[in-house]
């Protein structure tokens, strides 16, 4: 048994042809006839439901824009509503990008108690950062190339732009440093004696 094509499907593809070509009546039919659908789609896929009419509004904007190249090869319902879900993956990468607000009279404090810091590791991590940021720049991204993420030799110095002996240079000098930042540090802060048995 062959599916029927849904009349309404039918129709608001006629009409986004009819709107690709230019008449205006046609793009009113059409929103109106979809609006509804991208308004329920927009809001079972966004979390907020106050950026449901922005997100639906813009829905039709893209479509709109794009409509030119809508040849009706899908029914004008399953295009819009695809328009639809990538506006509403834009609108969460948007977000995740863009800062935070927050009420708090000193941020940094706000900061500092919002990074998790009873995790294995953690103090380590933050050293390990702050050891990083003693080394000059071109040591720190050898070091962090070949050693934090594993990168071969070679590909770190096609990464940076230099040969392959200077990057064995930097990393071996970043060693060097490190090591001595490491021994100043514990020259400074003496271990408690372990009492004999």
């Known amino acids: ?99 935070r607000l927050h009420d708090a009279t000193d941020w940094q404090l706000a900061v500092e108690r919002a990074q998790p810091c009873g995790l294995p590791g953690f103090d380590d991590g933050v050293a390990l950062a702050d050891l990083l940021a003693a080394l000059p720049e071109e040591r720190r991204e050898a070091f962090v190339l070949t050693q934090l993420l594993g990168l071969p030799y070679g590909e770190a110095a096609a990464l940076t732009g230099c040969p392959v002996g200077t990057v064995r240079s930097r990393v071996s000098r970043a060693r060097a440093t490190l090591i001595d930042l490491l021994t100043a540090a514990d020259e400074q802060c003496p271990r408690p004696a372990v009492a004999a048995a």
Do not use: K, N
């Not at 950026?51 to 893209?62: E, G, N, Y």
């Open 1 to 99: 048994m062959i599916p029927t094509r849904d009349p309404m499907d039918e129709s608001t593809t006629a009409w986004a042809l009819a709107a690709r070509a230019g008449d205006a009546e046609a793009v009113e039919h059409f929103v109106r006839a979809l609006h509804r659908d991208v308004l329920r789609y927009v809001a079972h896929l966004c979390a907020d439901p106050q950026a449901v009419d922005d997100l639906a509004q813009d829905t039709f904007l893209r479509a709109l824009g794009s409509l030119h190249r809508f040849e009706g090869r899908s029914s004008a319902r399953a295009w819009l509503l695809s328009i639809a879900r990538r506006a509403v993956i834009d609108s969460y990468r948007h977000s995740a990008t863009r800062p």
